[in-house]
């Protein structure tokens, strides 16, 4: 299970949520949890604020999109203590989510499943039963779940 640090921390294997400093705090406004859950499922990629409009506004989006997706993310980095934008970074021509290891759910997962099967490989079964639980612990529910 991800245990908070006390930075930043993101869990996607089940609802989007986000570490706050204190608690872990589901993102309640469906499109800033959109934008959030675009960014995590491309952890460290640059996503185009173009791809990000589309996805939040599929086919339609309102005039103001761009600065709607500006206030969005003002908003996210708020709600995280991200004010200088380290996490939640603006880089031209759109945002980007910029984690270390083990601040995003998904990410322990591939890791601690990568170490079972090499545990198993060595002939480790109870370590890799360990690491298997442990990988599986973090799942919440469906991931992306709302």
């Known amino acids: 299970m991800i245990e908070p640090s006390g930075g930043v921390q993101f ?6 949520e986000a570490w706050t400093g204190q608690d872990w705090a589901t993102i309640t406004a469906a499109k800033q949890r959109s934008l959030l859950a675009t960014l995590l499922v491309h952890p460290g990629q640059l996503v185009p604020t173009d791809v990000l409009i ?8 309102p005039a103001s999109a761009s600065n709607t997706v500006s206030v969005y993310m003002h908003h996210l980095r708020k709600l995280i203590g991200d004010t200088d934008g380290r996490v939640l970074a603006t880089r031209p021509p759109g945002y980007q ?6 601040e995003l759910d998904a990410e322990q997962f591939t890791r601690l499943a990568a170490m079972g099967r090499q545990a198993l490989a060595d002939g480790a079964p109870s370590r890799a039963a360990e690491l298997l639980t ?4 973090l799942w919440r529910g469906r991931a992306l779940a709302d």
Request: aromatic letters at 4%.
């Open 134 to 137: 442990e990988a599986l612990s």
């Open 11 to 16: 869990r996607i294997l089940g609802p989007v």
């Open 97 to 102: 989510v910029v984690l270390s290891r083990g």
């Open 54 to 61: 589309e996805e939040l506004w599929p086919g339609s989006p």
